[in-house]
């Protein structure tokens, strides 16, 4: 039986949803509005207005408006950082709400929404709160080789860059504003917060919860609208410091090319198609349901996701049947359903997307184990699949599929492991599951990847850094290192008259 909605969350879907700009919910200046739809059935679950380039443009003017003049640039740090505690306890109190949104919207089981999603969101602005009274510069001792016996006092300042745009993808819709707009906000930027077309409806939400939080108007504005329209007009726009993009890599490059015109900063996170590595010594108990959750934990939309699983050779049998087993067990379901383990994918693109790449790994020759094609006729699911007897130079193992397919193929010896895990343009993630404590940190060093998971994965923390080597990004999310992307540094050098 599927779970009954709570009634704040019937009203929330079943009203058309407005663009947050200057504190002010507004029609979009086109008029235009679109549809966000249920994953489980494809049927319209929520209206919502359309921003385009002209709505960018008014939400850049009044996030300048509060950088410059507002009472959020005169705020202590302290009661900026209690504004951003508050965020925290408001997702907390409506946590049940935003849950039932996140899995109605996104497609992912109530039970991991609950469990993660939400949880995460409300840490990670608890941690970012805490670090708002924590931005400090250096004194710096001068030596000025052509000024002997000037005496000098130099110091640096942390000083926010501005005003930021934020494009989110919809895998984590919630956790992703969280991710953005925390650090954003502890270090006293302005914000102006795209979400994906296909799960606006937490980050709006949470946009209400941050007013009630006691945020100033205008320093985080809220403008859902296509990416080729409103995120990509966001990228380009000269008023915009800062961009933060969380997506495809392909989307990167265009982020990047866009924020050429005036050199914004540019932080990404991107694509990946992580290594899980499992030795000969490793724990069954713990490696092989470790290798299931890595690939099929969000039904594989995870950027993180561990895709490319590399077994010993002596243990691939095991390995690869025991992940194979568990795939066939997992109970594909609405999200709303409390037996579900896995929900569909998020959209039809999706969909279509996903079941391309099997057909491709099966024209290519490689072997399903278990899974391979659609599930079902409504709604976007997809069969968890294992797939077998690939080559390094197949589709399926090169690109990121962002779906539950995992690629399996075997090797013998802890060199060979390691060019392996590193020939793929991305370096997102890795996982290492055995028992040899050496061995783990030898190959933790050689894997050219942000986060590697020694016997875990997908362990998230909102003081770990998060972020890509290579083509999965540039910059780190979360931990103090997102700090550093969001301020600019100063250097003050005053000559003293002694
Ligand atoms: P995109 O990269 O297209 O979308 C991510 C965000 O970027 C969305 O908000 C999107 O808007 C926006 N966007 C799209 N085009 C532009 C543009 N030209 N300028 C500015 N913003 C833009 O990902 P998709 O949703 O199309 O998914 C495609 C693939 O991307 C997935 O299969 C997966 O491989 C990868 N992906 C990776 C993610 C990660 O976490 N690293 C997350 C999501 C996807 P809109 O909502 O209109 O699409």
Known sequence: MTVALEKSVEDFVTTPRKLLIDGQWVEAASGKSFATLNPATGETLAHIAEADAEDVDRAVRAARRAFEQGPWSRMSASERGRIIWRIGDLIEAHAEELAQLESLDNGKPLAIARAADIPLAADLFRYMAGWATKIEGNTISLSVPYMPGAGFHAYTLREPIGVIGQIIPWNFPLLMAAWKLGPALATGNVVILKPAEQTPLSALRLAELIAEAGMPDGVV??????????????????????????????????????????????????????????????????????????????????????????????????????????????????????????????????????????????????????????????????????????????????????????????????????????????????????????????????????????????????????????????????????????????????????
Not at 265 to 277: C, Q
Not at 341 to 349: H, I, K, T
Not at 440 to 465: E, M, Q, S
């Open 221 to 498: 504005n809220v403008l859902p609208g296509y990416g080729e329209t409103a995120g990509a007009a966001l990228a380009a726009h000269d008023g915009v410091d800062k961009i933060a993009f969380t997506g495809s890599t392909e989307v990167g490059k265009l982020i990047v090319h866009a924020a050429a015109g005036n050199l914004k900063k540019v932080t990404l996170e991107l694509g990946g198609k992580s290594p899980n590595i499992v030795f000969e010594d490793a724990d069954p108990e713990i490696a092989i349901p470790g290798a299931a959750n890595a690939i099929f934990f969000n039904h594989g939309q995870c950027c993180v996701a561990g895709s490319r699983l590399f077994v010993h050779q002596s243990r691939f049998d095991e390995v690869v049947d025991g992940v194979a087993a568990i795939a066939r067990d997992i109970k594909l379901g609405s999200g709303l359903e409390p037996d579900t383990q896995m929900g569909p994918l998020v959209s039809d693109e999706q969909l279509r997307r996903v079941t391309g790449y099997l057909d491709s790994g099966r024209s290519e020759g490689a072997r399903m184990v278990t899974g391979g094609g659609r599930h079902g006729e409504r709604g976007y699911f997809v069969q968890p699949t294992v797939l077998t007897d690939t080559r390094p130079d197949m589709k399926v193992v090169r690109e990121e599929i962002f779906g539950p397919v995992v690629v399996a193929s075997a090797f013998s010896d802890l060199d060979e492991i390691a060019r392996q895990a590193n020939d793929t343009p991305y370096g997102l993630g890795a996982g290492i599951w055995t028992r040899d404590i050496s061995k783990a940190h030898a190959l933790a060093g050689k894997i050219r990847a942000g986060t590697v998971w020694i016997n875990c994965y997908n362990v998230f923390d909102a003081a770990l850094p998060f972020g890509g080597y290579k083509q999965s990004g540039w910059g780190r999310e979360m931990g103090h290192q997102a700090l550093e992307a969001y301020t600019e540094v100063k250097a003050v050098c005053a000559q003293l008259q002694t």
